[in-house]
């Protein structure tokens, strides 16, 4: 069972943080000029991403600039606390412990950047992706809830980012 989560708690964030890897919102010109953006996934407790990005307000480049680079180190930290616990071999609970804290982190960062954002729009889809990631924190079973959530975040992050 702990090997397991270990296993999921090392494997997501590194997914999460591949898709945002090399991604900044400077690629909007090529999603602009008919690109496909990458990641088709969608977020089941926010907003739809491409609904965030129809409206152009004067921050957006420079909030999903600043959400991206957060998501990616909180996704980081999580890859750096499961490798912490694989080394020092913690328990499950120490381990679902430090997932929900980590979780927590990355959501409060993101709430931290929609109180920035001139967009509604924009604004909202945050607050979605925020308050998704506020229920890792709370889970039983933060891997799997990162297996099912942190992944669709991730992707639409990078969606929602490369359009405006």
Request: with cysteine; net charge neutral.
């Amino acid at each position: 069972m702990l090997r397991t989560t270990l296993v999921r708690a090392f494997l997501v964030p590194v997914a999460a943080v591949a898709l945002l890897a090399g991604c900044s919102p400077d690629e909007s010109a090529d999603t602009a000029a008919g690109a496909t953006p990458t990641g088709a996934a969608s977020s089941e407790a926010a907003p739809s991403p491409t609904a965030a990005a129809t409206s152009a307000a004067p921050n957006n480049k420079e909030v999903c600039a600043a959400l991206t680079d957060d998501f990616v180190a909180g996704s980081q930290k999580i890859v750096d606390s499961s490798n912490k616990a694989i080394q020092e071999k913690w328990s499950l609970s120490k381990l679902n412990k430090q997932l929900q804290a980590d979780l927590t982190a990355i959501s409060n960062n993101l709430k931290k950047h929609a109180a920035t954002a001139e967009d509604p729009q924009l604004k909202a889809t945050i607050e979605g992706w925020s308050k998704s990631l506020a229920a890792g924190g709370k889970s039983s079973d933060p891997a799997g809830f990162m297996e099912k959530t942190l992944v669709k975040v991730g992707t639409d992050i990078d969606k929602t980012c490369q359009a405006v």
